[in-house]
């Protein structure tokens, strides 16, 4: 893609994005994640009822009075975007929302200031950027996807999931953005789990999703770029993944994600 199509382009899923997360997501974001744990904040004077746990035996011994541990919730969140760019999301439909929800998930962690950070993957970390607050560093990420040249052929969430657990040791909200067409995931996906706030979000495309009966198809792996002949003259063949867990996101590239997005939102909050 030339220098201003990607220009255009970033610049036409900022404004969209922005709208979106200034509008509709700033409040519904935050108020459905919980800090990371409890920070100090101040010393004050021990009365009566204080839970004995919090007294700081130090202090107390210097000042010959009993003086306890004010704590306050860690409300800044660290948001990682781990985003599948394997050939079979490289098709310009799924390209582009995903393109629009990086955008959006980033920039509604900008406006609640928020550290964000990415994972770019195939079957091999293709590029992984720290975290770092600011809507320049939103407006990288977008870029660094759009124009990423990858390396690697195949998908292996596995893999990856395994190098962010290694890697990442502080709890985060993690969005794994794919179509999931892999297999044997499911193991460190249960870690990651586990480790982190996982949020998965299945990107499909309806006319790649199932094989209609009554013909021979002649395919070519997308990723691999192997030929496979199916004849299917039974019965409709499903080609997409099956994502067993409860809190994933699923969504089609003729729906609206806005709205999909919303939905899980309110569920986390109610």
């Not at 040249?149 to 794919?178: A, C, H, R």
């Not at 002949?229 to 590239?253: A, H, P, V």
């Amino acid at each position: 893609m030339e220098k201003q199509k990607i220009l255009k382009k970033i610049k036409t899923i900022e404004m969209n994005s922005n709208i979106i997360a200034n509008n509709i997501f700033s409040g519904s974001y935050h108020s459905c994640f919980k800090g990371n744990g409890m920070e100090f904040a101040d010393i004050r004077r021990y009365y009566p009822g204080d839970d004995v746990k919090k007294i700081d035996w130090k202090v107390t011994a210097r000042q010959r009075k009993a003086y306890v541990k004010e704590f306050v919730e860690e409300r800044e969140l660290s948001i990682f975007l781990l985003i599948d760019v394997s050939k079979s999301n490289s098709f310009w439909k799924k390209k582009e929302m995903i393109g629009e929800l990086l955008a959006t998930l980033g920039f509604s962690a900008n406006k609640n200031d928020d550290k964000v950070g990415a994972l770019f993957f195939t079957d091999r970390v293709e590029k992984f950027i720290p975290l770092k607050k600011g809507k320049k560093h939103t407006l990288s990420i977008l870029n660094n996807f759009l124009t990423l040249e990858t390396s690697g052929d195949g998908t292996n969430i596995s893999e990856i999931l395994s190098f962010f657990n290694k890697v990442i040791k502080k709890k985060s909200i993690v969005f794994l953005i794919s179509d999931f067409l892999d297999e044997n995931y499911e193991k460190n996906l249960k870690i990651t789990e586990r480790k982190h706030d996982l949020i998965p979000i299945r990107i499909l495309d309806r006319g790649h999703e199932t094989l209609p009966k009554g013909a021979i198809f002649e395919l070519i792996d997308s990723e691999t770029g192997e030929e496979i002949i199916i004849e299917n003259f039974k019965e409709e063949i499903s080609l997409s993944s099956d994502l067993k867990m409860k809190k994933s996101i699923t969504i089609y590239t003729d729906e609206d994600y806005i709205k999909a997005l919303l939905q899980f939102f309110n569920q986390r909050r109610g």
